[in-house]
T-cell receptor, first 112, second 114 residues
């Protein structure tokens, strides 16, 4: 069966450090992968999109990598700040379909 | 304007009630979506509209009835819901039809069914 797995345990990190989140998938052939941020009681907010032929994407303090051989994406927040505290969701769309499916999300807590 | 506006923000309804959720965007997006999110779970796709036509229905029960009156508006009509339908209902839009790239989400309607 198809699965998108993110670490369900919260990630506690000290301000200024780099947070690294993992998204693993099975039985998917994603055309691209997206990362969203979600705050409690709010809708997800788009952060980054990386395509299957791209290895790495950056946006300000955010970096995402995509390894289709390992079937894994890593999401990095460098120089983390308390304002980065939120749940981060990865999401996949397959080339053959047009449905966006989300992973379970990882909660990040940045402590001052 | 890069917002997706959803109303109401909160809704409490009985199992025999009929209510509607509304969603509006003025970004010129031609794809609009309804997602359902239970507490501590990821959003789950319910419906997709492309160019005001229903393109995906994820086997959603008929007590949920979507409607897209025009390219800026999306409604979700609710009738005879069950308590397990209580959840955050999220509307989203995207520029490109069918590609699901860069979805803009509203803040959602928190629905409680008594």
């Amino acid at each position: 069966s198809q699965k998108i797995e993110q670490n369900s345990e919260a990630l506690n990190i000290q301000e200024g450090k780099t947070a690294t989140l993992t998204c693993n998938y099975t039985n998917y052939s994603p055309a691209y992968l997206q990362w969203y941020r979600q705050d409690p009681g709010r809708g997800p907010v788009f952060l980054l999109l990386i395509r299957e032929n791209e290895k790495e994407k950056r946006k300000e303090r955010l970096k995402v990598t995509f390894d289709t051989t390992l079937k894994q994406s890593l999401f990095h927040i460098t120089a983390s700040q308390p304002a980065d505290s939120a749940t981060y969701l990865c999401a996949l769309t397959e080339a053959a379909g047009n449905k966006l499916t989300f992973g379970g999300g990882t909660r990040v807590l940045v402590k001052p | 304007d890069t917002e997706v506006t959803q109303t109401p923000k909160h809704l409490v309804m009985g199992m025999t009630n009929k209510k509607s959720l509304k969603c509006e965007q003025h970004m010129g997006h031609r794809a609009m979506y309804w997602y359902k999110q239970k507490a501590k779970k990821p959003p789950e796709l319910m419906f997709v509209y492309s160019y005001e036509k229903l393109s995906i229905n994820e086997s959603v029960p008929s007590r949920f009835s979507p409607e897209c009156p025009n390219s800026s508006l999306l409604n979700l009509h609710l009738h005879a819901l069950q308590p397990e339908d209580s959840a955050l209902y999220l509307c989203a839009s995207s520029q490109n039809r069918g590609t699901n790239e860069k979805l803009f989400f509203g803040s959602g309607t928190q629905l409680s069914v008594l």
